[in-house]
């Protein structure tokens, strides 16, 4: 079964950097049949998808985001990471990675989820 | 981008009984290429992340109850709860992933009437 676990700070200063971590159990990071993405909820509000990378190291961001956001993966670590840049209270929100499964080089689902990691941008 | 709306917000239904969720994309989400919509289903219950329960529409996800179905095609989709369960009180969310950004419905809030 595989596990995401997520590691980072649950606090952030206003204009500083979040940066959260997700370390996967298996090697599946390494392979052309996954990618990985990041999705954030403020606190009793819906879903927002962040962005996502392949394994080889294309990304994919959100436009509401993307001069923010930068996600990595270092598939020799088995692990992927997010940065948002000058964070404020809006960015305030529980953090997820997920895995997004390719089918026969189709993309489906976010099949699995981190545990969550609420980020809160507060001085 | 892709708007999705679903509709209701919240769906009160009681035990043993059928309940429905609508979820409207902006534009088709079938990708020609395989034939497939790339809508998803996900179930979200309190303080944990969400589960996907449906992809492409109307694939179940391994391990998910037959009582959960999608169907739809294009830029209208529907999950259906055949009979409602007392653990299936969560908030449901569809995501479509045709197109960055990946967007995600508004969700439903599904409780026991």
């Known amino acids: 079964q595989l596990q995401l676990q997520q590691s980072g700070p649950g606090l952030v200063k206003p204009s500083e950097t979040l940066s959260l971590t997700c370390s996967v159990s298996d090697d599946s990071s390494s392979r052309s049949t996954y990618y990985w993405g990041w999705v954030r909820q403020p606190p009793g509000k819906g879903l927002e998808w962040i962005g996502s990378i392949y394994y080889s190291g294309n990304t994919y961001y959100n436009p509401s985001l993307k001069s923010r956001v930068t996600i990595s993966v270092d598939t020799s670590k088995r692990h992927f990471s997010l940065n948002l840049t000058s964070v404020t209270a809006a960015d305030t929100a529980v953090y997820y990675c997920?895995?997004?499964?390719?089918?026969?080089?189709?993309?489906?689902?976010?099949?699995?989820w981190g545990q969550g990691t609420l980020v809160t941008v507060s001085s | 981008d892709i708007a999705v709306t679903q509709s209701p917000d919240s769906l009160a239904v009681s035990l043993g009984e059928r309940a429905t969720i609508s979820c409207k994309s902006s534009?088709?989400?079938?990708?020609?290429?395989?034939?497939?919509?790339?809508l998803g289903w996900y179930q979200q219950k309190p303080g944990q992340p969400p589960k996907l329960l449906i992809y492409w529409a109307s694939t179940r996800e391994s391990g998910v109850p037959d009582r959960f179905s999608g169907s739809g095609s294009g830029t209208d989709f529907t999950l259906t709860i055949s009979s409602l369960q007392a653990e299936d009180v969560a908030v449901y969310y569809c995501?479509?992933?045709?197109?960055?950004?990946?967007?995600f419905g508004q969700g439903t809030k599904l409780e026991i009437k």
């Open positions: 995501q479509q992933y045709y197109s960055t950004p990946y967007t």
């Open positions: 997920a895995r997004h499964r390719l089918l026969t080089g189709f993309l489906v689902g976010l099949d699995y």
């Open positions: 534009q088709s989400i079938l990708y020609r290429a395989n034939n497939k919509n790339y």
